[in-house]
Protein backbone atom coordinates (compact mmCIF):
# COMPACT_ATOMS: atom_id res chain seq x y z
CA UNK A 1 0.00 0.00 0.00
CA UNK A 2 2.82 2.16 0.71
CA UNK A 3 4.93 1.56 -2.70
CA UNK A 4 1.18 2.62 -4.44
CA UNK A 5 0.84 6.22 -2.58
CA UNK A 6 4.96 6.63 -3.29
CA UNK A 7 3.90 6.36 -6.96
CA UNK A 8 1.03 8.13 -6.82
CA UNK A 9 2.55 11.42 -5.57
CA UNK A 10 5.96 10.51 -7.58
CA UNK A 11 4.15 13.21 -10.48
CA UNK A 12 4.22 15.70 -8.05
CA UNK A 13 7.59 15.54 -6.65
CA UNK A 14 9.00 14.92 -10.25
CA UNK A 15 8.02 18.36 -11.51
CA UNK A 16 9.56 20.18 -9.12
CA UNK A 17 13.04 18.48 -9.49
CA UNK A 18 15.83 19.60 -11.87
CA UNK A 19 16.96 15.36 -12.47
CA UNK A 20 14.96 13.08 -12.19
CA UNK A 21 18.01 10.34 -10.75
CA UNK A 22 17.03 12.73 -7.43
CA UNK A 23 13.89 11.06 -6.69
CA UNK A 24 15.30 7.51 -6.39
CA UNK A 25 18.82 8.52 -5.13
CA UNK A 26 17.25 10.03 -2.38
CA UNK A 27 14.41 6.83 -2.31
CA UNK A 28 16.82 4.72 -2.31
CA UNK A 29 19.24 6.58 0.17
CA UNK A 30 16.77 6.86 2.69
CA UNK A 31 15.20 3.11 1.86
CA UNK A 32 18.93 1.74 2.78
CA UNK A 33 18.81 3.65 5.83
CA UNK A 34 15.78 2.59 7.20
CA UNK A 35 15.92 -1.12 5.86
CA UNK A 36 19.80 -1.24 8.09
CA UNK A 37 18.27 0.39 11.06
CA UNK A 38 15.62 -2.01 11.21
CA UNK A 39 18.07 -5.13 12.01
CA UNK A 40 18.04 -3.38 15.10
CA UNK A 41 15.00 -3.18 16.31
CA UNK A 42 13.68 -5.32 18.78
CA UNK A 43 10.34 -6.98 17.57
CA UNK A 44 9.37 -9.07 20.16
CA UNK A 45 7.95 -5.88 21.75
CA UNK A 46 4.18 -4.14 20.89
CA UNK A 47 6.02 -1.03 20.33
CA UNK A 48 9.13 -2.59 18.70
CA UNK A 49 6.90 -4.34 16.22
CA UNK A 50 4.74 -0.72 15.42
CA UNK A 51 8.04 0.89 14.56
CA UNK A 52 9.17 -1.68 11.96
CA UNK A 53 5.59 -1.26 10.42
CA UNK A 54 6.07 2.09 10.15
CA UNK A 55 9.48 2.00 9.07
CA UNK A 56 8.77 -0.61 6.50
CA UNK A 57 5.87 1.33 5.29
CA UNK A 58 8.35 4.40 4.87
CA UNK A 59 10.57 2.21 3.16
CA UNK A 60 7.91 0.71 0.66
CA UNK A 61 7.07 4.61 -0.15
CA UNK A 62 10.49 5.58 -1.01
CA UNK A 63 10.96 2.20 -3.21
CA UNK A 64 7.64 3.06 -4.94
CA UNK A 65 8.50 6.22 -5.99
CA UNK A 66 11.94 5.14 -6.76
CA UNK A 67 11.14 2.28 -8.47
CA UNK A 68 8.80 4.10 -10.90
CA UNK A 69 11.36 7.05 -11.99
CA UNK A 70 13.72 4.16 -12.70
CA UNK A 71 11.10 3.23 -15.40
CA UNK A 72 10.71 7.34 -16.53
CA UNK A 73 14.40 7.26 -16.88
CA UNK A 74 15.31 4.77 -19.52
CA UNK A 75 13.00 6.85 -22.28
CA UNK A 76 15.36 9.54 -22.23
CA UNK A 77 18.18 7.43 -22.79
CA UNK A 78 16.99 6.73 -26.04
CA UNK A 79 17.69 10.13 -26.93
CA UNK A 80 20.81 10.42 -25.57
CA UNK A 81 21.90 6.82 -27.44
CA UNK A 82 20.41 8.55 -30.80
CA UNK A 83 22.81 11.54 -30.03
CA UNK A 84 26.14 9.96 -28.91
CA UNK A 85 25.57 7.04 -31.32
CA UNK A 86 23.36 7.58 -34.23
CA UNK A 87 21.21 4.82 -33.20
CA UNK A 88 17.74 4.84 -32.34
CA UNK A 89 17.80 1.68 -30.15
CA UNK A 90 14.53 2.07 -28.08
CA UNK A 91 12.90 -0.78 -27.59
CA UNK A 92 16.81 -3.11 -27.46
CA UNK A 93 17.13 -0.33 -24.57
CA UNK A 94 13.68 -1.38 -23.01
CA UNK A 95 14.65 -4.72 -23.66
CA UNK A 96 18.08 -5.08 -22.15
CA UNK A 97 16.17 -3.15 -18.78
CA UNK A 98 13.35 -5.82 -18.29
CA UNK A 99 15.76 -8.71 -19.37
CA UNK A 100 18.57 -7.40 -16.10
CA UNK A 101 15.17 -7.37 -14.57
CA UNK A 102 14.34 -10.78 -14.60
CA UNK A 103 18.33 -12.00 -14.26
CA UNK A 104 18.12 -9.87 -11.43
CA UNK A 105 14.89 -11.27 -9.70
CA UNK A 106 16.22 -14.72 -10.67
CA UNK A 107 19.83 -14.35 -8.96
CA UNK A 108 18.32 -12.74 -5.91
CA UNK A 109 16.07 -15.58 -5.19
CA UNK A 110 18.26 -18.48 -6.13
CA UNK A 111 20.75 -16.35 -3.97
CA UNK A 112 18.26 -16.38 -1.10
CA UNK A 113 17.69 -19.95 -1.09
CA UNK A 114 21.69 -20.87 -1.33
CA UNK A 115 22.58 -18.58 1.67
CA UNK A 116 19.46 -19.61 3.64
CA UNK A 117 20.72 -23.30 3.01
CA UNK A 118 24.26 -22.55 3.58
CA UNK A 119 23.06 -20.61 7.10
CA UNK A 120 21.37 -24.21 8.08
CA UNK A 121 17.77 -23.61 7.25
CA UNK A 122 15.72 -26.36 7.52
CA UNK A 123 12.03 -25.81 6.68
CA UNK A 124 9.20 -27.02 8.95
CA UNK A 125 11.54 -26.97 12.38
CA UNK A 126 12.48 -24.35 15.16
CA UNK A 127 15.31 -22.38 13.69
CA UNK A 128 18.48 -21.77 15.56
CA UNK A 129 19.71 -18.21 16.54
CA UNK A 130 22.32 -17.93 14.02
CA UNK A 131 19.59 -19.16 11.14
CA UNK A 132 17.25 -16.00 12.82
CA UNK A 133 20.21 -13.71 12.66
CA UNK A 134 21.13 -14.50 8.73
CA UNK A 135 18.01 -14.02 8.03
CA UNK A 136 17.57 -11.07 9.68
CA UNK A 137 20.52 -9.97 8.01
CA UNK A 138 19.36 -10.97 4.53
CA UNK A 139 16.02 -9.01 4.77
CA UNK A 140 17.64 -6.01 6.19
CA UNK A 141 21.43 -5.24 6.37
CA UNK A 142 22.30 -6.70 2.92
CA UNK A 143 18.63 -4.93 0.80
CA UNK A 144 19.95 -1.82 2.89
CA UNK A 145 23.94 -1.61 1.86
CA UNK A 146 22.70 -2.39 -1.92
CA UNK A 147 20.01 0.19 -1.80
CA UNK A 148 22.87 2.67 -0.76
CA UNK A 149 25.26 1.78 -3.18
CA UNK A 150 22.24 2.23 -6.15
CA UNK A 151 21.76 5.76 -4.35
CA UNK A 152 25.11 6.45 -4.65
CA UNK A 153 25.38 5.00 -8.53
CA UNK A 154 22.22 7.43 -9.50
CA UNK A 155 24.55 9.87 -8.39
CA UNK A 156 26.27 10.29 -12.18
CA UNK A 157 23.13 10.02 -13.68
CA UNK A 158 24.24 12.83 -16.75
CA UNK A 159 20.24 13.90 -17.78
CA UNK A 160 18.74 16.59 -16.03
CA UNK A 161 16.24 18.31 -17.19
CA UNK A 162 18.57 21.15 -19.28
CA UNK A 163 20.52 18.33 -20.64
CA UNK A 164 17.47 16.34 -22.62
CA UNK A 165 15.93 19.88 -23.79
CA UNK A 166 19.15 20.22 -25.23
CA UNK A 167 19.52 16.31 -26.70
CA UNK A 168 16.14 17.17 -28.45
CA UNK A 169 17.11 20.79 -30.05
CA UNK A 170 20.42 19.00 -30.95
CA UNK A 171 18.29 15.90 -32.47
CA UNK A 172 16.12 18.08 -34.32
CA UNK A 173 18.89 20.27 -35.82
CA UNK A 174 20.46 16.91 -37.13
CA UNK A 175 16.72 15.99 -38.93
CA UNK A 176 16.74 19.39 -40.11
Not at 74 to 99: C, K
Amino acid sequence: GASMVGILILGSITSKLKNKATVPMVGFLVSGILTFIIYFIDPSTTAGMMVVYITTAVVGLFMGASTTMIYGMVPDTTEYTQLHYGVRASGFISAIVNFFLKVGMAVGLTGAGAVLTAMGYIAGVEQSASVLNGINLIFTIVPGVLSVITALMMKIYPIDHATYEDILEKLKAQEE
